[in-house]
């Protein structure tokens, strides 16, 4: 599976923005895989930031999110696309990060990543 982010560039805080990614590749049922995002800040660690599970997962809902979004993000998918969205509304400073797409086969959470995206990188300026 290849994955390839689109949407990532500069905003002022308040501000929003969206990304994109496109899943591909020999064999892909993009329904079956839990698909979702990771950012990295400068000198930070990767985090988690959200995930949409595959279809039937998720008996909680359909997405999952890190506290730190959670009422500003909007992880969404369309599996006729094979795509994996992550809405950002009321963008603020910290979240300046390079935002990364993945997918996992076994892990609704993402806590096993099989396929990374290259990363987009999203800057919010004060």
């Known amino acids: 599976v290849q994955l390839q982010a689109f949407g990532g560039g500069l905003v002022q805080a308040g501000q929003s923005l969206r990304l994109s990614c496109a899943a591909s590749g020999p064999g892909l049922t993009f329904r079956n895989l839990a698909a979702g995002w990771f950012r990295q800040a400068p000198g930070e660690a990767r985090e988690f930031v959200g995930a949409t599970s595959w279809t039937g997962g998720f008996s909680s809902g359909p997405t999952i999110y890190a506290d730190s979004v959670k009422g500003r993000f909007t992880v969404s998918r369309d599996n006729a696309k094979n795509t994996v969205y992550l809405q950002m509304d009321s963008l603020k400073p910290e979240d300046t990060a390079i935002y990364y797409c993945?997918?996992?086969?076994?892990?609704?959470?993402?806590?096993?990543?099989?396929?990374w995206g290259r990363g987009t990188q999203v800057t919010v300026s004060s």
């Open positions: 993945a997918t996992s086969r076994s892990s609704e959470r993402l806590d096993e990543v099989d396929f």
